[in-house]
């Protein structure tokens, strides 16, 4: 499947609640969520070496408008709700049109 749309995104959580962020941010990959969507070919969480309260997602999609489509539904928004109470302060994001590399796990 080919990714022709991504994002990176950078998250501070409150003081202290780094591990909680990344448990909710996890929880895309459950079955129903976007993350186990058809359509996200990427779905990578990662916390800060520095600075544990930092965390930093990778996605990867098929297109633009698949992700837009699955990211309004119901499950990713109550995702999005849960992070809101977690976060510090607003969210960094910067889109991405992925050329190529690699993701084995």
Known sequence: MTVSYGFAATLTARPGMGEQLV???LTALDEGNPGASEHCVVYLVSRSASDPDVVHVIEGWTSEEDHHRIFAGEAAQAIVARIGG??????EYADHVPVCGKAAF
């Open 23 to 25: 448990d909710v941010l």
């Open 86 to 91: 977690l976060v510090a302060k607003e969210s």
